[in-house]
């Protein structure tokens, strides 16, 4: 079965430069998740997606953006990248909300440095 | 802010014994769901219990919910060396459906 794909798998920047991460939900999914999880820390949710409109948004930078396109995959896009923003980047997808329909899918991560 | 904590955060057994995580949570809530994660991998969905539920089981998972207390546990039985990972709770927030938060996570660790 189709899982949620995310693109680069590793990302490797320096201070100040800009990175972009993909996803591509799983068919058929309408809601889309950015997770931003450091290193031993928890994923802290960062800004979601249902039906290409921004549902809520979290503890995202100013610096970051991310949308979500008519064919449903999303990216995030990152400005001038600081030390701290490095860390894994998951992004999750689901047929509709969280807290209506339950689980929700992650993909692999991107795991992005900065030097 | 953090809606979920998790005890203990790190946890040691040997095979075949039992493990008991634990997740406290803040706010009134629709579900609660338990996610497994692999060192440096995505999180895998185990199981959901909704907040009119108290117990919920598949295969060796048996997850329980009060919602009094705002508090779950995960318990996993006959534990395996594979059952090494990361165990995170999640809950979302009864209103607001578009997020789920995480818990601090419980680092399990199987010793064969």
């Known amino acids: 079965a189709a899982g949620v794909i995310q693109s680069p798998r590793h990302l490797i920047k320096e201070k100040r430069e800009t990175a972009t991460l993909k996803c591509y939900p799983i068919?058929?999914?309408?809601?889309v998740y950015w997770y931003q999880q450091g290193p031993g820390q928890d994923p802290q949710f960062l800004i979601s997606f249902y039906e290409k409109m921004q549902s809520d948004k979290g503890s995202i930078p100013d610096r970051f953006s991310a949308q979500q396109f008519s064919d449903y995959h999303s990216e995030l896009n990152m400005s001038s990248l600081e030390l701290g923003d490095s860390a894994l980047y998951f992004c999750a997808s689901s047929l509709g909300l969280a807290g209506s329909t339950g689980e929700l899918f992650f993909g692999e991560g991107s795991r992005l440095t900065v030097l | 802010s953090q809606q979920g904590e998790e005890d203990p955060q790190a946890l040691s057994i040997q095979e075949g014994e039992n493990a008991t995580m634990n997740c406290s949570y803040k706010t009134s809530i629709n579900n609660l769901q338990w996610y497994r994660q692999n060192s440096g991998r995505g999180l895998v969905h185990l199981i959901l219990i909704r907040s009119n539920e108290r117990e919920k089981h598949s295969g060796r998972l048996r997850v329980t919910l009060d919602t009094s207390k705002k508090s779950s546990s995960l318990l996993i039985t006959a534990s395996r060396a594979a059952d090494t990972a990361s165990y995170f709770c999640?809950?979302?927030?009864?209103?607001?459906?578009?997020?789920?938060?995480f818990g601090t996570g419980t680092r399990l660790q199987v010793f064969p």
């Open positions: 999640a809950t979302d927030e009864r209103g607001n459906t578009d997020k789920l938060i």
């Open positions: 068919p058929r999914h309408d809601t």
